[in-house]
């Protein structure tokens, strides 16, 4: 599985500034132990009643430092949709070995994870007990770039030039399937192992093309004005349309929970719907969490993300189960996971 490594760095590069620990309570507490990582429950009063009711404390740990891929989870917090939920839900950066062995662990009930980074954690001897419960983005955003003068406008035109690579063989096979179906030899593209943290810096040195996110990298590009081309991986082949990114659950939590994890994604749902609705508003919510970010950046991305959220399925959060198994028999097909993925691998039975 990717832990904390050029992997992760190239998913959301662009947030190495942002690195301290993030944390926001539901119930708008100022107490930074709230948040019961066991998923227990603490005791408030109501104002009308006076009697004594129940709250969920609950964490939720990020993938990354905040960005637009978790607007909704902000929005949920300051609009008070987990609160009115009876959730108080602590919103944590993950630790050094990632999201998923958090939440597989139960020090959080939940967190942000990617479909193809899941795929390991699944097929290993002792699979990592996480499901997806909802998926934050309809499609993949991510795609090659590269400087419009170097002329690869599709990926049958990038033999002959350079990559930079982090070295997976599930992303070089991602490429070498879309360089071959477009009648390209993969053997004469030039692989540089390196993390490019500077997009604009590294297409302008020695690096023909990177892989981005639309929702970022490519809106820092458009900022500074640079002609690029963009190939989305899902224009090219469906199968490459999987989730990223997607909310995961403990299993053991999700199935002894129900109540409580219908509630989450209820309020979760909600905070999506805002973000999808009100881009401006969200983008102001995300900046007051994350202040070290850049505003013109935020709203831009912001704009974007919220054509994305729901896009065209019938409402934010639906996995589609064929598409999602399209991806992991794709992976199977091609040996790239240490054991066979079944059908459904990874995916919540009750997910949105």
């Not at 107490?31 to 019961?36: E, I, L, V």
């Not at 939920?85 to 070995?97: C, H, M, S, Y």
């Not at 795929?119 to 909802?134: D, R």
């Not at 070290?292 to 019938?314: F, G, P, R």
Request: net charge negative.
């Amino acid at each position: 599985m990717r832990k904390k490594s050029v992997i992760k760095k190239r998913i959301i590069s662009v947030f190495l500034t942002a690195m301290m620990l993030v944390s926001v309570t539901a119930c708008g507490s100022q107490n930074a132990g709230s948040g019961d990582t066991t998923g227990g429950t603490t005791e408030s009063k109501t104002e009308s009643e006076g009697a004594p009711t129940e709250t969920t404390d609950l964490t939720l740990v990020l993938d990354w430092a905040p960005n637009t891929n978790h607007t909704g989870l902000y929005a949920a917090v300051d609009k008070g949709y987990f609160s009115e939920a009876g959730l108080n839900v602590t919103i944590v950066q993950p630790p050094e070995d990632g999201a998923a062995t958090m939440v597989a662990s139960g020090d959080a009930q939940f967190g942000v994870e990617f479909q193809d980074t899941m795929a390991p954690a699944l097929s290993q001897e002792n699979p990592l007990p996480i499901s997806a419960v909802a998926a934050i983005l309809q499609h993949n955003t991510s795609g090659l770039v590269s400087l419009k003068e170097k002329g690869i406008d599709s990926f049958g035109k990038l033999p002959g030039h350079s990559y930079a690579t982090w070295d997976s063989p599930t992303e070089q096979a991602i490429l070498k399937t879309l360089v071959e179906k477009d009648g390209g030899d993969w053997s004469q593209v030039k692989l540089i192992s390196t993390y490019v943290e500077d997009i604009f810096a590294g297409l302008n040195a020695d690096i023909d093309s990177v892989w981005i996110y639309a929702g970022w990298e490519r809106i820092r590009l458009e900022m500074e004005n640079i002609d690029y081309n963009f190939l989305l991986f899902k224009d090219y082949d469906p199968v490459f349309d999987y989730y990223n990114p997607v909310i995961v659950g403990n299993n053991d939590y999700l199935q002894q929970n129900p109540d409580v994890t219908k509630a989450f994604l209820d309020a979760v749902k909600k905070g999506y719907e805002f973000a999808a609705n009100a881009p401006e508003e969200a983008a102001d919510i995300l900046l007051k969490n994350a202040p070290e970010l850049d505003e013109t950046l935020v709203k831009k991305s912001q704009a974007y993300l919220s054509t994305q959220y729901i896009d065209d399925a019938d409402s934010w959060g639906v996995i589609d189960p064929e598409r999602w198994n399209r991806f992991y028999h794709w992976l199977n097909e091609n040996n790239l996971v240490e054991k066979e993925l079944p059908e459904n691998a990874g995916l919540a039975e009750n997910h949105l």
